[in-house]
Nanobody, 123 residues
């Protein structure tokens, strides 16, 4: 099972990035999916999650109104659209597959993880 993130990079404050996470070897359409991030010296933290039906998105307060999570089950891919980026959004971003279709908010409730993609927001 492999998850591959892409779309990270360097952007100025106020800019936008769109992260993608493509899964291979099996379908995750029956599982919730999530994005987490980890800044240097900090613990991995929840960013956003989406239900298996893609109807409901859930967000950390710090990104609510700026980030949008979506998924394409036919393509086995989950996305994170990030707008109005701030320097404090700088981190390595990881996508992950939930243990079940229940949406959860802690890393321990996710199974497969991608390798991460660096997002750097300059002031």
């Amino acid at each position: 099972v492999q998850l591959v993130e892409s779309g990270g990079g360097l952007v100025q404050a106020g800019g936008s990035l769109r992260l993608s996470c493509a899964g291979s070897e099996r379908t995750f359409s029956g599982n919730a999916m999530g994005w987490f991030r980890q800044a240097p010296g900090k613990e991995r933290e929840f960013v956003a999650a989406i239900s298996r039906s893609a109807v409901n998105g859930y967000y950390a307060d710090s990104v609510k109104g700026r980030f949008t999570i979506s998924r394409d089950n036919a393509e086995n891919t989950v996305y994170l659209q990030m707008n109005s980026l701030k320097p404090e959004d700088t981190a390595v971003y990881y996508c992950a597959v939930g243990l079940s279709y229940y949406v959860r908010f802690t890393p321990g409730e996710y199974s497969y993880w991608g390798q991460g993609t660096q997002v750097t927001v300059s002031s």
